[in-house]
Structures are given as C-alpha cells and as structure tokens.
C-alpha cells in the first residue's frame, strides 16, 4: 500500500490497520496508535515514529533503517527479520518482543527496556545498547561485535555461542546469564558482575575483567589466555581445566575455587587469595606466585617448575606428588608448614634438608 498523500500522521488512530507493504518512507507518525497493526514488510526508512504505540504490531521483515523509535511502545512487537539498522530506539520499550535475526547494526538503543525479548541471531553489531535492560532476553548466538552494553541489565539473559567480540560490558549486570561456548575476546568487563553466570567453554582471551564479580561462575574448559583479571572475585567459582595461561590474576579472589587441571603457565598471581582452592594437577609452571594466600590447597601433582613463590603462604597445603623442582625462592620454613610432601619432587638440596628435619611430611598420614 502507498500512502504518498499523506504522509503527516501524527497522533493518528491506526489501530489494527491493514498496512502490508505500505510505503510509510519517512512519515511522520509521532504518538500514532498502530496497536495490533499488520506492517509486515513495510517501508518505514527514516519515519518518525516516536513515542507510537506498535504493541502487538506486525513488522515482520519491515524497512525500519534510520527510523525514529524513541519512547515508542513495542511490548510483543514481531520484528522479525526487520532492518532496525542506525534506528534511534533510546527508551523504546521491547518487552517480549520478538527481533529474531532482525539487523540493528550501528542502532541507538540506550536505555530501552527489552526484558525477555527475542534476539536470537540479531546482527547488533557496533549497536549502542549502554544501560538498557535485557533481563532475560534470548540472545543465542546473537552478533555483537563491538557493541557498548555498559552498565546494561543483562541479568539472567541467553547469550549462549553470541558474538561478543571486543564488547564493552563494563559494569554491566550478567549475573546468572548463560554465556555458555560464548566469544568474549578482548571484551571489556571491568567492574561487570558475572556471579553465577554460566561460561563454560567461554573465549575470553586477552579479555577485560579487572575486578569483575565471578563468584561461583561456571567456567569450565574456558579460554582465558593473556585475561586481565586483577582483583577479580573468583570465590567458589569453576574452572576446571581453563586455560589461564599468562592471565594477570594479581590480587584475584579465588578462595575455595575449583581449578583441577588448568592450566596456569606463566599467569599473574601476586598477592592472590587462594586459599582452600582445589588445584589438583594444575600446571603453575613460570608462574609468579609472590606472596599468593595458598593456606589450606589441594595440591596433589601440581606442577611449579620455575614457578616463583616467593612469600608465597603454604599453610596447611597437600602438595603430595607436586612438581617443586626447579621451583623459585622456595625456602624451607614455607615448606615446613605444608600437610605433606609424599611423593613431591623437589629439588635435591631441599629434598635432603626437609627429610631430616621433617620426616613425617613425607610419610603416609592416618
């Protein structure tokens, strides 16, 4: 349907209107009622549609490129496949609405309320999306490379093998969101709460996450190579064979995390809290671990080859059968303080000194 007579609708009642196909190419329908109208497909490029009222419209497919949404009303709104591309929707509410694969590359969505939206596989792309809310919101597989979604409410949302690469996520609420085989590379997470989320198989290399809250994150097998993770709060939380290999963790919270079999070559540990972590077969070597909290550890075939531990506090640690050859700035007051040393390697001069001082280290407990 063309509509070139008139293209000054402000305020006017469409509601329910036929408007398949229309060409609305930039009309003015500011504070028009379009609620429950059928725009499958029509060319909305550069309307104004601002503070409009499309809940439960159809726009499936439709030509919103350069369109003004702003404040508009989209509560369970089918965009589908539309192009929102470089759209102004600052405020937009699109609660439960449905952007399936719809593209809002470059879009200005800042501030809108998108709670339990559908975005599965929407292009996002570069989209300003800073503290917007999308509790919830289905983001599967979703593109959003480079988007800014600062201090966005992410809280609970579905990003489960989304393209986030190079995101900045600062400050932002991801608490018990699935990101789950996610691609998080060089995002910025500073300052982001991530308690409880779900990052298992998760790329996060050379990532952002400098006092980042992930207590009692799910990080099984994730990718976290060269991570800024300083100060970071890690306590409770999985990372079961992750790859942490060279991460700055200086000063990181990991107090009873469980990290069997990362790997932690080269990695950044000064002055980190690991006390009661569950470190089993996890490979520290080159590592420094200068004045690392390691009260309490299990230990057991650890490899600390050239690792550096010095002031590093081994209280109550079961090294048995740890790789501590090579190992520097360990003296033997820290080790004379271990729960047991049976069946660790150590460099020979230690090894001697330790077993004539402190024979039961090396024997087999009750």
Do not use: C
């Not at 059928?38 to 309307?47: I, R, S, T, V």
């Not at 790859?243 to 200086?250: I, K, Q, S, V």
């Amino acid at each position: 349907m063309d509509i070139p007579e008139r293209k000054d609708l402000r305020g006017a009642n469409l509601q329910g209107a036929d408007l398949i196909e229309a060409n609305l190419q930039g009309a003015n329908l500011q504070g028009a009622n379009l609620q429950g109208a059928n725009l499958e497909e029509a060319n909305l490029q550069g309307a104004n549609l601002r503070g409009a009222n499309l809940q439960g419209a159809n726009l499936r497919g439709a030509n919103l490129q350069g369109a003004n949404l702003q404040e508009a009303d989209l509560i369970g709104t089918n965009l589908q496949g539309a192009n929102l591309q470089r759209a102004k929707l600052e405020k937009a509410n699109f609660r439960g609405a449905n952007l399936q694969e719809a593209n809002l590359r470059g879009a200005d969505i800042f501030y809108a309320d998108l709670t339990e939206a559908n975005l599965q596989g929407t292009n996002l792309i570069e989209a300003n999306i800073e503290k917007a809310t999308l509790q919830l919101a289905r983001l599967h597989l979703a593109k959003l490379h480079l988007a800014k979604l600062h201090l966005a409410n992410l809280q609970g949302a579905n990003f489960q093998g989304a393209d986030l690469y190079g995101a900045d996520l600062q400050g932002a609420n991801l608490q018990g969101a699935n990101l789950y085989g996610a691609d998080l590379q060089e995002a910025k997470l500073e300052g982001a709460n991530l308690q409880g989320a779900k990052l298992g198989g998760v790329k996060l290399e050379r990532a952002y996450l400098i006092e980042a809250n992930l207590e009692g994150a799910n990080l099984e097998g994730a990718k976290l190579g060269g991570a800024k993770l300083e100060r970071a709060k890690l306590e409770r939380a999985y990372l079961i064979e992750a790859n942490l290999e060279g991460a700055n963790l200086e000063g990181a919270k990991l107090g009873g995390a469980k990290l069997e079999r990362a790997k932690l070559e080269r990695a950044y540990l000064i002055e980190a809290n690991l006390e009661g972590a569950y470190l089993i077969e996890a490979n520290f070597q080159g590592a420094n671990l200068q004045g690392a909290n390691l009260k309490w550890t299990y230990l057991i075939g650890a490899n600390f080859k050239e690792a550096n531990l010095e002031g590093a506090n081994l209280e109550g640690a079961n090294l048995e059968g740890a790789d501590l050859e090579g190992a520097q700035h360990l003296s033997l007051d820290q080790l004379s303080t271990v729960k047991t040393l049976l069946n660790a390697k150590l460099d020979n001069e230690l090894l001697i000194t330790l077993k004539k001082k402190y024979p039961a280290l090396f024997e087999v407990s009750d």
